[in-house]
């Protein structure tokens, strides 16, 4: 089953029964499988789940940023009314940078190394908003102090390398923001940062997105992030959304095994100290052929004989809160 995306009031992003697949020896891997995501302008969405469940395939996706051996071979990317899936690169150039931004994991593979950090920034400004040479520096200065970088005037002279991991990020949002984007897509953006530095920027993306008014969709492995950041959460499972509903909705009462899996492990402060961890056995599954069934099956500890008959039928605790698995809705996990 697969949980169609339902649509807000005034939709900004309109994805439906998206289909990614990559060319591998061996056959065809399906990354992203049927996934529909629909959210307003200003709305914030995380998409959480394991390594391997087609997180940043989507986002690849969603920016028309797949490697050569990747493609989209089903469904609808429709961003402010306009057909994306299949768009050429002509028609991705006045979107990408400029309307839609993302903000990377790695930020030193972001960033050109034998740039000055002021060219990088200047140079998209310059394109998409036509702005001269005076103007794009001034614009550049104001962004690197919002970004809370200190004497930006002398940070737009240094190259990538001179900066720290936590500097590097803010100059790398700093460009995502240049252009004012609507959406911006943020994949892991505080995987190789410390942790206060992580805490940091993580705030600097929710104020100015609710400041600028941006969509966010923000790619996390880290479930109390996700609570913290977004109004919305999607849980990925084997290249598929297992359930998405409200983030509070979804730790207070979540619906999908997968997903209370996931919350189980996260550590508590009201725990024993020397309480183990829950973990989820085994890993999400390679899908190189499509295969019926509930593929979170084999790791689950609900399964039935159901499961691996037929896709899960989806189904709704709230109009809001909806998910894909045999059992009936609960009220509380």
């Given at each position: ?7 807000p ?12 697949e ?42 028309g ?15 402010a ?15 990408r ?23 990088q ?7 998409h ?25 002398q ?58 008014g ?14 913290g ?73 609900l ?31």
């Amino acid at each position: 089953m697969h949980i169609p995306a339902a649509s807000p009031p005034s939709v900004l992003l309109d994805v439906q029964n998206l289909r990614v697949e990559f060319r591998i020896r061996g056959g065809v891997l399906r990354a992203v499988d049927s996934v529909g995501l629909a959210m307003a302008p200003g709305e914030s969405i995380a998409i959480v789940g394991e390594s391997g469940c087609g997180k940043s395939a989507l986002a690849s996706a969603l920016l028309g940023l797949l490697p050569g051996n990747g493609v989209v071979s089903a469904g609808s990317i429709r961003f402010a009314g306009q057909e994306l899936a299949g768009a050429s690169e002509n028609a991705w150039r006045p979107l990408r940078g400029r309307r839609i931004a993302m903000v990377f994991q790695d930020p030193m593979t972001s960033l050109t190394p034998w740039l000055r950090i002021g060219a990088q920034i200047s140079e998209q400004i310059r394109i998409h908003l036509h702005m001269s040479a005076g103007a794009a520096q001034a614009q550049v200065l104001a962004l690197l102090a919002a970004v809370g970088l200190p004497d930006p005037a002398q940070l737009v002279t240094r190259y990538p390398h001179e900066l720290s991991g936590g500097q590097r990020q803010r100059v790398v949002i700093a460009m995502a923001l240049s252009c004012n984007p609507d959406l911006l897509i943020a994949d892991e953006p505080t995987t190789a940062l410390d942790v206060t530095v992580q805490a940091q920027v993580l705030a600097l993306i929710r104020r100015e997105q609710r400041q600028r008014g941006m969509g966010l969709v923000l790619i996390t492995h880290n479930l109390a992030v996700a609570r913290g950041m977004c109004e919305r959460m999607l849980v990925m499972y084997a290249g598929r959304v297992v359930e998405d509903g409200p983030a509070a909705a979804i730790f207070a009462a979540p619906q999908h095994p997968y997903t209370r899996g996931l919350l189980a492990a996260l550590p508590r402060l009201d725990q024993p100290r020397d309480q183990v961890l829950h973990a989820i056995p085994g890993s999400p599954p390679r899908r190189i052929a499509a295969t019926p069934g509930c593929p979170f099956a084999p790791r689950c500890p609900l399964v039935e004989a159901a499961c691996s008959a037929s896709d899960p039928p989806g189904q709704s605790r709230t109009p809001t809160h909806r998910y894909a698995c045999i059992h009936p809705p609960s009220v509380t996990a």
